[in-house]
């Protein structure tokens, strides 16, 4: 099972991939969170990185292609991928790739979200630097560790309203064209993401479940 997650910044896309993983078992992979666990590297490509990150523009194809490929080579069942493809070269790349394991695109959600909704959402979100967890202002409740593994929750460096305005803007020129592509091969199910989190998660398993009947 190939699931994508195709959605503005601060949709929901992490939170959502995390339940879709959680009750299904499929392994759940975010490209911004493989780049941000490479930061850690310190060297002259993570540098690029972080300041790519920051700019809020798209990471090299080069370097996410390299991350995704090595993934893949380590995964066993379902894959949900959160955050990838970005732009319509990755798109490509991974049909390519697919076809080169005899695989193909099961699903591509796009979680619709407003940008007024989305931006309110960014500066509630703490994130888990230690497991990826994510939570939002409702789940915080002046919580400050991580309930799964006790780590001190961080705000990310991206989460700023500068950076969501420059990410949003290379979202709409980058990666919103991939609704269309998706849409043309049947694959795209567009999902309410303004909703709650349990209310998203139950429309994307509303969608699963029918298919599979
Ligand atoms: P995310 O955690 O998905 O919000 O991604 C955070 C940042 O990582 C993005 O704003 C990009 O700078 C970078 N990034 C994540 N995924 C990709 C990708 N597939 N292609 C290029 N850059 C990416």
Same mark, same amino acid.
């Given at each position: 099972?190939?699931?994508?997650?195709?959605?503005?910044p601060?949709?929901?896309?992490?939170?959502q991939?995390?339940?879709?993983?959680k009750?299904y078992?499929?392994?759940?992979?975010?490209?911004?969170?493989?780049?941000?666990?490479?930061?850690?590297?310190?060297?002259?490509?993570?540098?690029?990185?972080?300041?790519?990150?920051?700019?809020g523009?798209?990471?090299?194809?080069?370097?996410?292609l390299?991350?995704?490929e090595?993934?893949?080579?380590?995964a066993?069942?379902g894959?949900?991928?959160?955050?990838?493809?970005?732009?319509?070269?990755?798109?490509?790349?991974?049909? #390519?790739?697919?076809t +080169? @394991?005899?695989? /193909?695109?099961?699903?591509?959600?796009?979680?619709a *979200?407003?940008?007024?909704?989305a931006m309110?959402?960014?500066?509630g979100?703490?994130?888990?630097?230690?497991?990826?967890?994510?939570?939002?202002?409702?789940?915080?409740?002046?919580?400050?560790?991580?309930?799964?593994c006790n780590t001190?929750?961080?705000?990310?460096?991206?989460?700023?309203?500068?950076?969501?305005?420059?990410?949003?803007e290379?979202?709409?020129?980058?990666?919103?064209?991939?609704?269309?592509?998706?849409?043309?091969?049947g694959?795209?199910? #567009?999902?309410d993401a +303004? @909703?709650?989190? /349990?209310?998203?998660?139950?429309?994307i398993?509303? *969608?699963?479940s029918?298919?599979?009947?």
């Amino acid at each position: 099972m190939n699931i994508i997650l195709l959605a503005p910044p601060a949709a929901g896309k992490g939170t959502q991939a995390s339940l879709l993983t959680k009750k299904y078992g499929f392994k759940h992979i975010s490209t911004g969170e493989l780049l941000r666990k490479s930061l850690e590297a310190n060297d002259a490509v993570s540098l690029e990185i972080k300041e790519t990150m920051q700019a809020g523009k798209l990471v090299s194809d080069a370097i996410i292609l390299q991350l995704i490929e090595k993934e893949f080579l380590v995964a066993e069942q379902g894959i949900i991928l959160d955050g990838f493809p970005r732009n319509k070269t990755q798109a490509l790349k991974y049909a #390519e790739l697919l076809t +080169s @394991l005899g695989q /193909e695109i099961d699903y591509v959600f796009y979680l619709a *979200v407003p940008k007024a909704v989305a931006m309110e959402r960014i500066f509630g979100r703490r994130t888990c630097p230690s497991c990826g967890k994510i939570y939002n202002s409702r789940a915080l409740e002046n919580k400050e560790k991580c309930m799964d593994c006790n780590t001190a929750l961080v705000k990310r460096e991206d989460d700023t309203e500068e950076t969501f305005d420059l990410r949003y803007e290379t979202y709409i020129k980058e990666t919103s064209p991939l609704i269309a592509f998706y849409q043309e091969q049947g694959l795209l199910y #567009e999902i309410d993401a +303004s @909703l709650s989190t /349990e209310e998203v998660f139950a429309s994307i398993e509303k *969608v699963l479940s029918k298919e599979s009947e």
